[in-house]
Structure formats: structure tokens, C-alpha cells
Nanobody
Framework: QVQLVESGGGLVQAGGSLRLSCVAS????????MGWFRQALGKEREFVARIPWFGANILYADSVKGRFTISRDNAKNTLYLQMNDLKPVDTAVYYC????????????????WGQGTQVTVSS
């Protein structure tokens, strides 16, 4: 059984930074594409970033490009999201997700999801 557990969320002022982590267990992490999504209150879940198993060909949503950095440590089965220059519009529950090798921007391409971690950015 795959389990994904996020941490690192919290309350931060605009312009601040947070680093989210997601620890995976239950199956080999190193061969899977990992992604971050977010869902603001009353809105649909949206793509933030994804990183393939080999670490290259990383994709970002336009709204976070240049501010967020996704990375992974396969030896630790851990996915990260470094978020800098945070804005109030970044307020959402952030989810990590695990998918197959071709998983990209769509939630339906991911098989497993964490429970989410709340990020709140105050103005």
C-alpha cells in the first residue's frame, strides 16, 4: 500500500518562503513521477509542478515558475517543494502525488495522493 505524507505547511507573510516535504512508502519511489498539486477553497485542484523519476524534464505551472522549485531525493524517498516569494494567491492545501512515468499535469494521471498540507499566505 502506497502512502504519501506531506509536511511543512503553515502560515507565512507575503514574500516569505516555505519548504514542503512528502515522504513516500510502500513501493519503489525512484521509478515514479512525482507531482505537487494545490487546491484553494472553492476551487478545483490545480497542477503546480512535477518531476520525473530521473529528475530532468521538470514542469511547472506558469503561476509558480521562477518562484517554486521541485526536487526529489530518491535515496530518502522524499519529494520537496521549495516555495519562495509567496503570494496570497498561493494559499491552498498542497498535495503530493505519485504517478506513472508519463504522468504530467492532469490529476487523473496520478495514482496515489497524500492527505495534503495547508499553506496560508497573509498579505
Amino acid at each position: 500500500q502506497v502512502q504519501l505524507v506531506e509536511s511543512g505547511g503553515g502560515l507565512v507573510q507575503a514574500g516569505g518562503s516555505l519548504r514542503l516535504s512528502c515522504v513516500a512508502s510502500g513501493r519503489p519511489f525512484s521509478t515514479r513521477t512525482m507531482g505537487w498539486f494545490r487546491q484553494a477553497l472553492g476551487k478545483e485542484r490545480e497542477f503546480v509542478a512535477r518531476i520525473p523519476w530521473f529528475g530532468a524534464n521538470i514542469l511547472y505551472a506558469d503561476s509558480v515558475k521562477g518562484r517554486f522549485t521541485i526536487s526529489r531525493d530518491n535515496a530518502k524517498n522524499t519529494l520537496y517543494l521549495q516555495m519562495n516569494d509567496l503570494k496570497p494567491v498561493d494559499t491552498a492545501v498542497y498535495y503530493c502525488a505519485e504517478g506513472g512515468r508519463t504522468a504530467s499535469r492532469l490529476p487523473r494521471e496520478y495514482d496515489y495522493w497524500g492527505q495534503g498540507t495547508q499553506v496560508t499566505v497573509s498579505s
